[in-house]
Protein backbone atom coordinates (compact mmCIF):
# COMPACT_ATOMS: atom_id res chain seq x y z
CA UNK A 1 0.00 0.00 0.00
CA UNK A 2 1.11 3.46 -0.56
CA UNK A 3 1.87 5.90 1.53
CA UNK A 4 -0.96 8.41 -0.59
CA UNK A 5 -3.25 5.60 0.63
CA UNK A 6 -2.25 5.61 3.85
CA UNK A 7 -2.38 9.36 4.50
CA UNK A 8 -6.48 9.36 5.24
CA UNK A 9 -6.33 6.75 7.53
CA UNK A 10 -4.04 8.81 9.58
CA UNK A 11 -6.83 10.78 10.79
CA UNK A 12 -9.42 7.88 11.35
CA UNK A 13 -6.56 6.22 13.82
CA UNK A 14 -6.24 9.45 15.38
CA UNK A 15 -10.40 9.63 16.11
CA UNK A 16 -10.22 6.24 17.13
CA UNK A 17 -7.94 7.07 19.47
CA UNK A 18 -9.98 9.82 21.08
CA UNK A 19 -12.93 7.86 21.33
CA UNK A 20 -10.89 5.12 23.10
CA UNK A 21 -10.01 7.57 25.03
CA UNK A 22 -13.58 9.12 26.59
CA UNK A 23 -16.85 7.56 27.78
CA UNK A 24 -18.24 6.46 24.13
CA UNK A 25 -21.73 6.86 25.93
CA UNK A 26 -21.24 10.06 27.56
CA UNK A 27 -20.45 11.17 23.66
CA UNK A 28 -24.42 9.60 22.26
CA UNK A 29 -25.55 10.93 25.20
CA UNK A 30 -24.59 14.34 24.18
CA UNK A 31 -26.67 13.63 20.79
CA UNK A 32 -29.14 12.13 22.39
CA UNK A 33 -29.94 15.73 24.31
CA UNK A 34 -29.41 18.18 21.57
CA UNK A 35 -32.93 19.99 19.83
CA UNK A 36 -33.64 18.11 17.03
CA UNK A 37 -35.54 20.68 14.73
CA UNK A 38 -32.24 22.88 15.25
CA UNK A 39 -30.00 20.16 14.67
CA UNK A 40 -31.96 19.81 11.11
CA UNK A 41 -32.03 23.24 10.73
CA UNK A 42 -28.34 23.85 10.99
CA UNK A 43 -27.76 20.97 8.14
CA UNK A 44 -28.91 24.41 5.87
CA UNK A 45 -25.55 26.28 7.43
CA UNK A 46 -24.04 25.32 4.44
CA UNK A 47 -25.71 26.88 1.84
CA UNK A 48 -25.15 30.29 2.72
CA UNK A 49 -21.25 29.70 3.04
CA UNK A 50 -21.41 27.35 -0.61
CA UNK A 51 -23.04 30.46 -2.08
CA UNK A 52 -20.75 33.32 -0.78
CA UNK A 53 -17.73 30.68 -1.76
CA UNK A 54 -19.62 30.87 -5.55
CA UNK A 55 -19.84 34.13 -5.45
CA UNK A 56 -15.79 34.80 -5.31
CA UNK A 57 -15.77 32.09 -7.40
CA UNK A 58 -17.23 33.44 -10.06
CA UNK A 59 -15.14 36.66 -9.41
CA UNK A 60 -11.70 35.27 -10.21
CA UNK A 61 -13.62 33.24 -13.06
CA UNK A 62 -13.95 36.84 -15.09
CA UNK A 63 -11.08 37.80 -13.92
CA UNK A 64 -9.35 34.80 -15.21
CA UNK A 65 -11.48 35.10 -18.71
CA UNK A 66 -12.79 31.75 -17.80
CA UNK A 67 -16.98 31.83 -19.09
CA UNK A 68 -18.94 29.43 -16.64
CA UNK A 69 -22.15 30.28 -15.27
CA UNK A 70 -22.95 30.50 -11.87
CA UNK A 71 -25.33 26.97 -11.25
CA UNK A 72 -22.57 25.54 -13.35
CA UNK A 73 -19.98 26.66 -10.72
CA UNK A 74 -21.90 25.96 -8.51
CA UNK A 75 -22.43 22.37 -9.46
CA UNK A 76 -18.44 22.07 -9.87
CA UNK A 77 -17.90 22.68 -6.45
CA UNK A 78 -19.95 20.38 -5.61
CA UNK A 79 -18.10 17.50 -7.79
CA UNK A 80 -14.79 19.04 -6.18
CA UNK A 81 -16.44 17.95 -2.06
CA UNK A 82 -16.58 14.31 -3.66
CA UNK A 83 -13.37 14.21 -5.11
CA UNK A 84 -11.80 16.06 -2.37
CA UNK A 85 -13.63 13.11 0.11
CA UNK A 86 -12.37 10.04 -1.37
CA UNK A 87 -8.68 11.58 -1.91
CA UNK A 88 -5.57 11.68 0.51
CA UNK A 89 -5.91 15.16 2.23
CA UNK A 90 -8.46 16.36 -0.96
CA UNK A 91 -5.67 16.93 -3.23
CA UNK A 92 -8.24 15.05 -5.52
CA UNK A 93 -10.56 18.24 -5.46
CA UNK A 94 -8.01 19.12 -8.52
CA UNK A 95 -9.66 17.06 -10.67
CA UNK A 96 -12.32 19.49 -11.47
CA UNK A 97 -10.29 21.23 -13.51
CA UNK A 98 -11.31 18.64 -16.16
CA UNK A 99 -14.81 19.64 -15.63
CA UNK A 100 -14.24 23.32 -15.77
CA UNK A 101 -11.88 22.62 -19.31
CA UNK A 102 -15.30 20.55 -20.70
CA UNK A 103 -17.17 23.32 -19.76
CA UNK A 104 -15.27 26.64 -20.45
CA UNK A 105 -13.76 25.25 -23.58
CA UNK A 106 -10.20 26.46 -21.47
CA UNK A 107 -6.90 24.36 -21.64
CA UNK A 108 -6.69 22.04 -18.52
CA UNK A 109 -3.45 24.24 -17.09
CA UNK A 110 -5.80 27.52 -17.02
CA UNK A 111 -8.61 25.81 -15.43
CA UNK A 112 -5.69 23.86 -12.37
CA UNK A 113 -4.56 27.20 -12.01
CA UNK A 114 -7.44 29.17 -11.76
CA UNK A 115 -8.41 26.22 -8.85
CA UNK A 116 -5.34 26.79 -7.36
CA UNK A 117 -5.64 30.22 -7.26
CA UNK A 118 -9.31 30.03 -5.25
CA UNK A 119 -7.76 27.38 -3.13
CA UNK A 120 -4.52 29.66 -2.40
CA UNK A 121 -6.21 32.73 -1.36
CA UNK A 122 -8.49 30.86 0.78
CA UNK A 123 -5.86 28.89 2.65
CA UNK A 124 -4.68 32.57 2.91
CA UNK A 125 -7.61 33.68 4.78
CA UNK A 126 -7.45 31.28 6.82
CA UNK A 127 -4.24 31.65 7.65
CA UNK A 128 -4.39 34.79 8.22
CA UNK A 129 -6.96 34.45 11.11
CA UNK A 130 -4.82 31.67 12.27
CA UNK A 131 -2.14 34.05 13.09
CA UNK A 132 -4.28 36.13 14.88
CA UNK A 133 -5.82 33.80 16.80
CA UNK A 134 -2.44 31.95 17.44
CA UNK A 135 -1.00 35.32 18.78
CA UNK A 136 -3.70 35.43 21.38
CA UNK A 137 -3.70 31.89 22.32
CA UNK A 138 0.31 32.27 22.39
CA UNK A 139 0.17 32.02 26.58
CA UNK A 140 -1.09 29.00 26.29
CA UNK A 141 0.66 27.62 23.03
CA UNK A 142 3.63 29.24 22.56
CA UNK A 143 4.42 27.12 19.29
CA UNK A 144 1.49 28.01 17.29
CA UNK A 145 2.05 31.50 16.45
CA UNK A 146 6.04 31.49 14.92
CA UNK A 147 4.56 28.05 12.64
CA UNK A 148 1.26 30.10 11.16
CA UNK A 149 3.02 33.31 10.71
CA UNK A 150 6.15 32.01 8.92
CA UNK A 151 3.75 29.98 6.77
CA UNK A 152 1.72 32.75 6.25
CA UNK A 153 4.89 34.95 4.81
CA UNK A 154 5.94 32.41 2.47
CA UNK A 155 2.26 32.06 1.00
CA UNK A 156 2.85 35.32 0.57
CA UNK A 157 5.85 35.15 -0.92
CA UNK A 158 5.09 32.31 -3.15
CA UNK A 159 1.91 34.22 -4.70
CA UNK A 160 3.77 37.46 -5.22
CA UNK A 161 6.24 35.53 -7.10
CA UNK A 162 4.80 32.78 -8.86
CA UNK A 163 1.83 35.39 -10.10
CA UNK A 164 3.66 37.84 -11.99
CA UNK A 165 4.75 36.83 -15.30
CA UNK A 166 8.24 38.60 -15.43
CA UNK A 167 9.44 36.72 -11.77
CA UNK A 168 7.29 32.80 -12.08
CA UNK A 169 7.45 32.65 -15.79
CA UNK A 170 11.15 33.45 -16.16
CA UNK A 171 11.48 31.12 -13.05
CA UNK A 172 9.72 28.02 -14.99
CA UNK A 173 12.31 29.21 -18.53
CA UNK A 174 15.28 29.13 -16.82
CA UNK A 175 14.20 25.90 -15.16
CA UNK A 176 14.17 24.32 -18.48
CA UNK A 177 17.47 25.28 -19.73
CA UNK A 178 18.30 22.60 -17.33
CA UNK A 179 20.17 19.56 -18.88
CA UNK A 180 17.69 17.00 -17.77
CA UNK A 181 14.61 19.17 -18.84
CA UNK A 182 16.17 20.59 -22.08
CA UNK A 183 14.80 17.72 -24.50
CA UNK A 184 11.10 18.86 -23.28
CA UNK A 185 11.39 22.76 -23.60
CA UNK A 186 9.31 23.05 -26.77
CA UNK A 187 6.64 20.51 -25.00
CA UNK A 188 6.74 22.52 -21.38
CA UNK A 189 7.18 26.17 -23.24
CA UNK A 190 3.48 25.45 -24.79
CA UNK A 191 2.23 24.80 -21.13
CA UNK A 192 3.93 27.65 -19.53
CA UNK A 193 2.74 29.74 -21.70
CA UNK A 194 -0.83 28.00 -21.30
CA UNK A 195 -0.32 28.69 -17.10
CA UNK A 196 0.22 32.05 -17.37
CA UNK A 197 -2.22 32.97 -19.86
CA UNK A 198 -5.06 35.90 -18.71
CA UNK A 199 -3.46 35.15 -15.46
CA UNK A 200 -5.41 37.84 -12.75
CA UNK A 201 -3.32 40.28 -10.85
CA UNK A 202 -2.12 40.56 -7.07
CA UNK A 203 -4.44 43.49 -7.50
CA UNK A 204 -7.35 41.50 -9.19
CA UNK A 205 -7.42 39.13 -5.96
CA UNK A 206 -8.04 41.97 -3.46
CA UNK A 207 -11.66 41.54 -3.79
CA UNK A 208 -11.79 37.94 -3.80
CA UNK A 209 -9.62 37.96 -0.75
CA UNK A 210 -11.98 40.15 0.95
CA UNK A 211 -14.94 37.96 0.01
CA UNK A 212 -13.31 34.82 1.68
CA UNK A 213 -12.38 36.98 4.57
CA UNK A 214 -16.09 37.61 4.79
CA UNK A 215 -17.08 34.54 4.04
CA UNK A 216 -15.35 32.73 6.81
CA UNK A 217 -16.31 34.99 9.23
CA UNK A 218 -19.87 33.83 8.00
CA UNK A 219 -19.23 30.39 8.42
CA UNK A 220 -17.27 30.53 11.79
CA UNK A 221 -20.31 32.43 13.10
CA UNK A 222 -22.52 29.71 11.71
CA UNK A 223 -20.38 27.32 13.73
CA UNK A 224 -20.39 29.46 17.43
CA UNK A 225 -24.59 29.32 16.87
CA UNK A 226 -25.04 25.81 16.37
CA UNK A 227 -21.54 25.09 18.70
CA UNK A 228 -24.83 25.79 21.70
CA UNK A 229 -26.62 22.72 20.64
CA UNK A 230 -23.34 21.13 22.03
CA UNK A 231 -23.18 23.21 25.19
CA UNK A 232 -20.57 25.21 24.62
CA UNK A 233 -20.26 27.90 26.60
CA UNK A 234 -17.06 30.23 25.05
CA UNK A 235 -16.93 33.77 24.76
CA UNK A 236 -17.14 34.05 20.78
CA UNK A 237 -13.88 35.99 20.07
CA UNK A 238 -12.28 32.89 21.97
CA UNK A 239 -14.66 30.51 20.03
CA UNK A 240 -13.81 32.24 16.76
CA UNK A 241 -10.40 32.69 16.80
CA UNK A 242 -10.07 28.78 18.29
CA UNK A 243 -12.09 26.79 15.24
CA UNK A 244 -9.90 29.11 12.66
CA UNK A 245 -6.66 27.51 14.56
CA UNK A 246 -8.04 24.08 14.47
CA UNK A 247 -8.95 24.72 10.43
CA UNK A 248 -5.75 25.44 9.65
CA UNK A 249 -4.07 22.64 11.46
CA UNK A 250 -6.92 20.47 10.13
CA UNK A 251 -5.85 21.92 7.11
CA UNK A 252 -2.56 19.62 6.54
CA UNK A 253 -3.29 17.11 3.54
CA UNK A 254 -3.17 13.96 5.67
CA UNK A 255 -6.89 12.69 6.55
CA UNK A 256 -9.94 12.94 5.26
CA UNK A 257 -11.17 17.07 5.03
CA UNK A 258 -8.97 17.41 8.86
CA UNK A 259 -11.02 14.45 10.14
CA UNK A 260 -9.11 13.38 13.39
CA UNK A 261 -6.67 16.28 13.42
CA UNK A 262 -9.14 18.94 13.89
CA UNK A 263 -11.33 17.38 16.84
CA UNK A 264 -7.71 16.61 18.19
CA UNK A 265 -6.55 20.29 17.85
CA UNK A 266 -10.08 21.40 19.15
CA UNK A 267 -9.83 19.10 22.13
CA UNK A 268 -6.73 20.67 22.77
CA UNK A 269 -7.51 23.96 22.37
CA UNK A 270 -10.63 24.07 24.34
CA UNK A 271 -9.40 22.76 27.11
CA UNK A 272 -8.67 25.99 28.82
CA UNK A 273 -12.30 26.62 29.04
CA UNK A 274 -13.17 23.20 30.86
CA UNK A 275 -15.25 22.60 27.98
CA UNK A 276 -16.10 18.49 27.90
CA UNK A 277 -13.98 16.70 25.79
CA UNK A 278 -17.31 14.77 24.71
CA UNK A 279 -19.12 17.84 23.88
CA UNK A 280 -16.18 19.07 21.63
CA UNK A 281 -15.85 15.68 19.74
CA UNK A 282 -19.80 15.66 19.23
CA UNK A 283 -19.86 19.31 17.80
CA UNK A 284 -16.88 18.34 15.63
CA UNK A 285 -18.38 15.64 14.32
CA UNK A 286 -21.28 16.71 13.73
CA UNK A 287 -19.43 20.19 11.80
CA UNK A 288 -18.11 17.38 9.91
CA UNK A 289 -21.27 15.64 8.65
CA UNK A 290 -22.63 19.16 7.63
CA UNK A 291 -19.83 20.85 6.20
CA UNK A 292 -18.00 18.41 4.59
CA UNK A 293 -19.84 14.63 4.30
CA UNK A 294 -23.56 15.80 3.30
CA UNK A 295 -22.27 18.50 0.57
CA UNK A 296 -19.58 15.55 -0.56
CA UNK A 297 -22.92 13.38 -1.31
CA UNK A 298 -24.20 15.75 -3.21
CA UNK A 299 -21.34 16.31 -5.50
CA UNK A 300 -21.19 12.36 -6.05
CA UNK A 301 -24.65 12.84 -7.46
CA UNK A 302 -23.03 15.74 -9.68
CA UNK A 303 -20.03 13.73 -10.57
CA UNK A 304 -22.35 11.16 -11.80
CA UNK A 305 -24.14 13.36 -13.89
CA UNK A 306 -21.66 15.23 -15.45
CA UNK A 307 -19.75 12.29 -16.48
CA UNK A 308 -22.34 11.05 -18.35
CA UNK A 309 -22.26 14.14 -20.45
CA UNK A 310 -20.53 14.36 -23.43
CA UNK A 311 -17.20 16.05 -23.26
CA UNK A 312 -17.20 19.60 -25.15
CA UNK A 313 -13.76 20.27 -26.09
CA UNK A 314 -14.43 21.98 -28.81
CA UNK A 315 -16.14 25.03 -27.67
CA UNK A 316 -12.89 27.58 -27.52
CA UNK A 317 -9.53 25.41 -27.28
CA UNK A 318 -8.13 21.99 -27.66
Known amino acids: MGVKKLLPI ?15 GKIIDVFLHINLWYAILSILAIVPVLLIYNFEWQLILKKH ?3 VSYTYSLKNTFIGFFYGFITPGGLGGYTRALHLKDESGETIQKCFVNLL ?5 DYLTLLSLGVFGGFLLSSRFPNIFPIFLFAFIVVIGL ?12 FFTKLLKSKLLTPYKDKWNAHIN ?6 PSVKDLIPPY ?12 ELYLISFLFSIDVPFHYFFLVVAVANVIASLPITIYGLGTRDAAMIGM ?3 FNVPQENILGFSLFWFVIFWL ?10 IHETRKKPTFSKKKP
Open 194 to 199: NLYEDL
Open 294 to 303: IPSLVGAVAT
Open 210 to 221: LVSLFGWFFWLS
Open 159 to 170: ISFFIRKNTGKL
Open 65 to 67: SIK
Open 117 to 121: IINTI
Open 10 to 24: IGIVLLLYILSTMDV
Open 270 to 272: FSI
